[in-house]
């Protein structure tokens, strides 16, 4: 069985991402090269074996490799295998690029000679970066279905991320495989794009564990190894974090900005928001220069 979702076919876009399902009554092994192309491939779940100018590699969750334009590759012995594809061409990625300064890492990932076929650049994010790479994809895939002017600025924006995190783990390719496995980087990602949206709800650990399909336990660790944070720290940052932009962009009161931000107790939250943030809720509305730590996704 094969999944193929949301192929872009702008004709003067050149560029176009799909996710690929595959298991094992789906092959996988023809072999096929992009001329004008290139391939940036990111291994969601499964594995598999991957041939490229008669060099074969192990792939697996959370790998991420570039395939130059014109290297011919296929897949083997794999079992049920997800991947998101990125396919753009030269003149895209130059257009994107024109007019920023040259980064090392990005033209180093780019750079390629087309009369020497390199074997595919393995890469290995940690779970952060693996959790970043699979959000972008799905925003990708998104954007994609509306076709519109405004929707290639973000699929461009989006791209340009994935670009970035990609050259800057270029220089780390033996780093251990991300502590997020399976299909576990996906569903958390996925709450995390639900959670930015419906922030105010009552969330507990049950509730997200569920969401994502998870016990209890295996959700915190894989919340708390993608995020660098456990999920009720996250949650409540990112609650802070809005509260923040309401602060800046409404004139609500302090207990109404509380209670849209998922606050139940309006002296909770200015603790929380002068413990998180250094000064207090009306100061900061002030002062809103002022520095602070919030991180959220």
Same mark, same amino acid.
């Given at each position: ?84 594809? $990125? /396919? ?12 920023? #300064? =040259?980064?090392? @890492?990005?033209? %180093? ?53 994935? $670009? /970035? ?12 495989? #991300? =502590?997020?496995? @399976?299909?576990? %980087? ?53 609650? $802070? ?57």
């Amino acid at each position: 069985m094969s999944e193929l979702r949301n192929k872009l076919q702008w004709a003067d876009f050149n560029f176009r991402v799909l996710y690929c399902l595959h298991d094992s009554r789906f092959g996988i092994n023809w072999r096929h090269t992009h001329e004008d192309y290139y391939e940036l491939v990111i291994v969601r779940s499964g594995h598999a074996t991957h041939c490229c100018e008669g060099e074969s590699v192990r792939i697996q969750t959370g790998d991420v490799f570039l395939l130059a334009p014109g290297e011919t590759h296929h897949y083997t012995s794999h079992g049920e295998f997800g991947i998101y594809n $990125l /396919l753009f061409s030269v003149d895209f990625v130059r257009r994107v690029l024109d007019g920023f #300064p =040259a980064d090392p @890492g990005v033209e %180093a990932l780019l750079a390629f000679d087309p009369n020497r076929r390199m074997p595919p650049r393995i890469r290995h994010p940690d779970s952060g970066t693996l959790l970043r790479l699979i959000s972008l994809s799905e925003e990708i895939l998104e954007a994609q279905q509306r076709s519109t002017p405004r929707s290639r600025i973000m699929i461009t924006a989006d791209f340009m991320k994935i $670009l /970035l995190l990609v050259a800057e783990n270029a220089g780390c390719p033996d780093t251990p495989a #991300p =502590a997020v496995t @399976g299909d576990s %980087a996906f569903r958390i990602a996925c709450l995390l794009r639900l959670l930015n949206t419906r922030f105010a709800e009552k969330w507990t650990l049950t509730k997200m564990a569920s969401v994502c399909s998870l016990s209890e336990s295996r959700f915190r660790s894989c919340f708390k190894a993608a995020t660098g944070m456990a999920p009720g720290s996250w949650l409540l940052r990112h609650r $802070l974090y809005k509260a923040s932009q309401m602060m800046l962009a409404t004139e609500l009161d302090v207990g109404e900005i509380a209670s849209a931000c998922g606050f139940s107790d309006g002296n909770y939250f200015i603790r929380q928001f002068h413990r998180v943030i250094g000064v207090p809720p009306l100061k900061f509305r002030k002062n809103p220069r002022k520095t602070w730590p919030l991180t959220t996704a």
